[in-house]
């Protein structure tokens, strides 16, 4: 059964703030790529109207040319601000009307254009509380690339919109991989593994694991940067000095963290199955071996931040886009982990924002105490 898309002006929907689904902005992503295509097929599906009010901000003439061409027949009401969005079915905010020819499957600065468009305006929107958590389809990096939008994908430009330090991770039922260095030149990566950093993404990630998942005691996995871990320094010396010394200090401070992994043998192992989270160094250190065994429930979260935005782990798809063949499985995980990861925030927002007292005496708070307040003793020699 299709949500209808026209509906008469004066219905209402009484639903109560604390119990109405969350509201998830949804951005079209590349024009002339799969987005449209994935929207249309998750929410084909009622049952995901129980889950959530989606708001997909894009346009309703870009929308229609891909409907008609894939086949859909997902309905979908057309809005001009989130506050008109209602419950039960696919509202498509329109904010962007400009004119453009649709290639599918070929890049265009068009099409770039118009997934910046819709980024701005759904970030802007979040912010202000209008929705509650992004999803984001997927851009092309290059055409998306303008004045306004000079960055390296959606991580960068929600770090530079949003408080808080990001942390990319890719994510499943399986396995959590995150990332110390993100889009970077390989030929920068070495200098950007330094103690530091290397020891500021290990906390974050111990962190988001307890709060956005909700695991209150979370073992983490790190890699090595070279081949074998250096062999001994043979290879290279960052595994030695920089990245074991981060791990034996965080260890000594009682983090449950381990390593260095090398990793190649790691996930053909199955050693990711043993930890609750995965520190690679860099882009394709963990991204390579995650999307072999996870393309098609993938997801990347961009962690840290003080909202929750999620997006399938591919790119546009150009060589599928507009044959009705694209999997919406990963976009439909996406949307699943925004929300379970809103509702876990909540969660451990309101079990920790008053925490009760302590309800015991702490018996060497009280010798301490005492021993302090005792009269100094005296010598005979004095």
């Known amino acids: 059964m299709n949500i209808i898309s026209e509906m ?12 109405r689904a969350i509201r998830v902005a949804i951005t079209h992503g590349d024009t002339n790529g799969v987005g449209y295509e994935l929207i249309f097929k998750t929410f084909a599906e009622p049952d995901m109207f129980d889950l959530c009010t989606p708001i997909v901000y894009g346009s309703a003439k870009i929308a229609a040319y891909h409907r008609k061409a894939i086949n859909s027949e997902t309905n979908y009401r057309v809005i001009e601000q989130a506050e008109e969005a209602l419950p039960g079915q696919l509202n498509l905010l329109n904010c962007f009307d400009k004119e453009i020819l649709i290639t599918l499957g070929r890049p265009s600065t068009d099409a770039g254009e118009a997934a910046f468009v819709a980024l701005e305006a759904a970030v802007a929107d979040l912010k202000a509380g209008k929705v509650d958590v992004l999803v984001t389809a997927p851009i092309n990096k290059a055409t998306i690339q303008s004045e306004s939008f000079n960055f390296q994908g959606h991580t960068e430009y929600l770090q530079s919109k949003m408080e808080g330090e990001s942390l990319m991770i890719l994510t499943n039922e399986m396995m959590r991989v995150a990332l ?16 530091e950093a290397v020891e500021k993404k290990v906390r974050q990630l111990y962190s988001v694991l307890r709060h956005d998942y909700l695991i209150s005691a979370p073992r983490i996995a790190v890699f090595g ?17 920089i990245i074991a010394t981060v791990i034996r200090e965080l260890q000594e401070g009682g983090m449950p963290v381990f390593g260095p992994y090398s990793a190649d043998g790691f996930f053909g192992a199955g050693h990711f199955t043993k930890f609750d989270g995965i520190l690679a160094m860099y882009h394709d250190q963990g991204l390579a071996p995650f999307k072999a065994l996870s393309m098609e429930d993938g997801v990347n979260y961009t962690a840290g931040l003080e909202f929750v935005r999620t997006s399938p782990d591919h790119g546009v798809a150009y060589d ?11 976009f439909r995980q996406a949307l699943y982990a925004a929300i379970d990861i809103y509702h876990n925030r909540k969660i ?33 020699d004095e």
Do not use: C, M, W
């Not at 008469?8 to 119990?19: G, I, L, R």
């Not at 940067?225 to 000095?241: F, K, R």
């Open 180 to 195: 110390v260095t993100t889009h970077l030149a390989v030929k920068d990566i070495a200098a950007a593994i330094t103690k």
């Open 320 to 330: 599928i886009a507009g044959k009705g063949i694209a999997s919406e499985s990963s």
């Open 225 to 241: 940067l070279n081949p074998h871990n250096g062999d001994a320094g043979a290879i290279g010396t960052e595994d030695d000095e």
């Open 348 to 380: 451990d927002h309101e079990a920790t924002q008053n925490p009760l007292p302590k309800l015991y005496k702490d018996r060497r708070e009280d010798e301490r105490r005492n021993f302090n307040s005792r009269p100094e003793k005296r010598t005979t």
């Open 8 to 19: 008469n002006e004066d219905t209402t929907y009484e639903v109560p703030s604390s119990k």
